[in-house]
C-alpha cells in the first residue's frame, strides 16, 4: 500500500532527502486538517509516495477556534493508531502549532508542558492579517521558559513585505524560520512566493514543512517537481533542518 521506496520518475517529486516532514495537520477530526481516520490515512500514503519517511504533526492550538490540549492531541494520535490495526506506518509524532495568543501566555505561567517538534523546538504562528503588538515579548517568554521558538510559514505574513528588517531581527533574537514548500509554487499568492525567496536568498530557512491540511495541498505538492531542486538547494547548503528530526 505504502510507497516509500518507489523509484521516482524523471520530472516528479522528490523529497526523500528531506526525512521528515515537521508541519502537517494529519490528526482526525481536531483542527482543519484531515477530518477522519480514512482521509488522515490517505494523506499520510501520499506524502510517503513522495519520499517523507517520518513525520511530526502540528495540529492548531488557537484558542478561538482550536481548543486543542495536551490530551486532546493523545486522544487523537491514539484513534488514528488504532485505525492501522494498532502501529501507524511510518514513525510519526503529535506536537503543536501555537498561536501566540493570551492562551499560549496561560500555559506557560502555569508550567504546562508544551509539544515539541524536536527537543525543546515550538513551533508558534501568528495572525495573518496584523503582527502581534507584543510579538518579541511573547517569543523572548517562551525562551525563558527553554523552549527554541519555530515561526510557522513567515513568508505567509505578507504585511512584512513592506517591513523586511523584522525578519533579521527575529533571528537576531534565535528564532528558527520554518518555510511552506508551497509557497514556491505560488500557491499562496505572489506576495508569499516572493517572501519565500526572499527568505531562500537571505539563507534564513532553516526547515521545510508542508503545512498538509487536505488532499489539495497534496496535489499541489504532486504538480510542482522544481520543489526537489529547492529542497536539493537548501539541503546543500548545510543548513537545513529536517534531516535532524529524528525517533
Known amino acids: 500500500m ?4 518507489k523509484k521516482k520518475q524523471k520530472g516528479t517529486v522528490d523529497l526523500s532527502e528531506l526525512s521528515t516532514d515537521m508541519h502537517s495537520h494529519l490528526l482526525p477530526g481536531i483542527d482543519d486538517g484531515s477530518p477522519d481516520t480514512s482521509v488522515s490515512a490517505i494523506l499520510i500514503a501520499g506524502l510517503q509516495d513522495l519520499g517523507y519517511q517520518r513525520f511530526v504533526t502540528t495540529p492548531h492550538i488557537f484558542w478561538d477556534m482550536y481548543k486543542n490540549t495536551n490530551e486532546s492531541i493523545d486522544a487523537a494520535r491514539e484513534e488514528l493508531r488504532l485505525s492501522f490495526n494498532g502501529s501507524i506506518p511510518a514513525p510519526f509524532r503529535a506536537a503543536a502549532e501555537y498561536y501566540l495568543d493570551d492562551h499560549i501566555d496561560d500555559l506557560l505561567k502555569k508550567d504546562v508542558p508544551l509539544l515539541t517538534i524536536r527537543d525543546n523546538w515550538v513551533l508558534v504562528e501568528f495572525s495573518f492579517i496584523t503582527p502581534p503588538m507584543d510579538l518579541k ?9 527553554g523552549y527554541q521558538p519555530v515561526i510557522a510559514h513567515p513568508e505567509r505574513y505578507t504585511y512584512l513585505l513592506s517591513s523586511k528588517k523584522i525578519y533579521d531581527e527575529l533571528k537576531d533574537a534565535g528564532c528558527l524560520f520554518q518555510v511552506n514548500l508551497l509557497s514556491f509554487s505560488n500557491y499562496y499568492g505572489k506576495q508569499s512566493h516572493e517572501l519565500a525567496n526572499y527568505l531562500l536568498k537571505k539563507n534564513y530557512i532553516d526547515l521545510l514543512g508542508t503545512d498538509l491540511h487536505h488532499d489539495r495541498h497534496l496535489q499541489a505538492l504532486r504538480s510542482s517537481p522544481h520543489l526537489t531542486d529547492i529542497t536539493k538547494q537548501l539541503l546543500d547548503s548545510g543548513k537545513l533542518l529536517n534531516p535532524s528530526i529524528r525517533f
Not at 137 to 145: M, S, T, V
Open 2 to 5: 505504502f510507497s516509500i521506496f
Open 137 to 145: 515579548e511573547k517569543l523572548f517568554a517562551l525562551q525563558i521558559k
